[in-house]
């Protein structure tokens, strides 16, 4: 089962920054946060990952709480484009191997 | 980011038949190679995780002999669909990782199966 729960959709002005949020309250103190999105009928994308540091790329910004149990990830100015399911993900270890595991995800609309 | 591709894009079968799905990590090489499957509307669900070179490891619930997969490569895995029906019309996704633990995903393949 995925260890994360997200809002289910979340609506953005095109231009505005949108904030994603996401709880992982029973994350480990080695388990990264993933973000991968998802644009219709294709692969996931990776954006970004982090541990326990604010991270941040020529995508997004992931931003940590201080006890893990919470992250936000940031697009900056979202776009058209940006409309997508994200899916804020803990990497988990099963059966002796690391895994993502998908859970909803958030459906995210970027509107002009 | 690296490069994952997927052939085909898509695929029409009849019911019966057999399909094979290749998965192929372009510019790494991929340790390990995991295979999902996506119906409409719901998430991504994890069928099998594979290592080069050994047998994969699949979720439960997910029949073996039915999805059979080959990681013969650090570069390659293939997903075949055995006896495939109707019921197994979905969207595969393979993904790769390398030696950094980096995940990247394919594009998918669209199965249809008549």
């Known amino acids: 089962d995925a260890k994360t729960t997200q809002p289910t959709s979340m609506d953005c002005a095109e231009g505005r920054a949108a904030n994603l949020p996401c709880n992982h309250s029973?994350?480990?103190?080695?388990?990264?946060v993933y973000w991968y999105r998802q644009i219709h009928s294709q692969g996931p994308q990776y954006i970004i990952h982090?541990?326990?540091n604010n991270e941040t790329n020529e995508m997004a910004s992931l931003i940590i709480t201080e006890d893990r149990k919470s992250s936000t990830l940031i697009l900056p100015h979202a776009t058209l484009r940006d409309t997508a399911v994200y899916y804020c993900?803990?990497?988990?270890?099963?059966?002796?191997?690391?895994?993502?595991?998908f859970g909803k995800g958030m459906k995210l609309t970027v509107n002009p | 980011g690296a490069v994952v591709s997927q052939h085909p894009s898509w695929v029409i079968c009849k019911s019966g038949t057999s399909v094979k799905i290749e998965c192929r990590s372009l510019?790494?090489?991929?340790?390990?190679m995991f295979w999902y499957r996506q119906f409409p509307k719901q998430s991504l669900m994890l069928m099998a995780t594979?290592?080069?070179?050994?047998?994969?490891?699949?979720e439960q619930g997910v029949e073996k002999d039915k999805f059979l997969i080959n990681h013969a490569s650090l570069t390659l895995s293939t997903l075949t669909v055995t006896s495939a029906h109707p019921e197994d019309s979905s969207f595969y996704i393979c993904?790769?990782?390398?030696?950094?633990?980096?995940?990247?995903f394919g594009p998918g393949t669209r199965l249809t199966v008549l």
């Open positions: 993900i803990v990497r988990v270890t099963q059966g002796g191997s690391e895994k993502l595991v």
């Open positions: 594979s290592n080069e070179g050994s047998k994969a490891t699949y």
């Open positions: 510019d790494f090489q991929a340790t390990t």
């Open positions: 982090g541990l326990k």
């Open positions: 993904s790769a990782r390398g030696l950094a633990g980096m995940q990247f």
């Open positions: 029973t994350i480990s103190g080695n388990e990264y």
